[in-house]
């Protein structure tokens, strides 16, 4: 049996898409990779209706084996608000990688 390695990245613009593509890529021989990514809601919407396509020198890989959640309805805590949103504390990844910009 296979085992499952969840693989979050958090911020996923050009460089987390770019660092989860390539991870998503990769067909280990004894695990199976679960990538999920957060981001903003267009770009979300776009790799869960057409996968991600990077491009390497002058070939393209596609990948459609990830998820993607839009930035703004994951929490980091329910304040029990009432209001029904994804909690990323209660998602069990292996693997959590922060991308996002350092200004």
Request: proline share 1%; glycine share 10%.
């Amino acid at each position: 049996m296979k085992e499952l390695i969840r693989i979050g990245i958090i911020g996923a613009g050009s460089i987390g898409s770019l660092f989860g593509g390539y991870l998503a890529s990769f067909t280990p021989q004894n695990q199976i990779l679960e990538v999920v990514m957060f981001c903003k809601k267009s770009h979300a919407r776009a790799i869960n209706k057409n996968g991600l396509t990077l491009k390497k020198e002058g070939r393209e890989i596609k990948i459609n084996n990830i998820t993607a959640f839009d930035r703004s309805d994951v929490k980091f805590k329910n304040k029990g608000k009432g209001k029904s949103t994804k909690n990323l504390l209660e998602a069990k990844f292996d693997f959590l990688f922060l991308t996002t910009k350092a200004y």
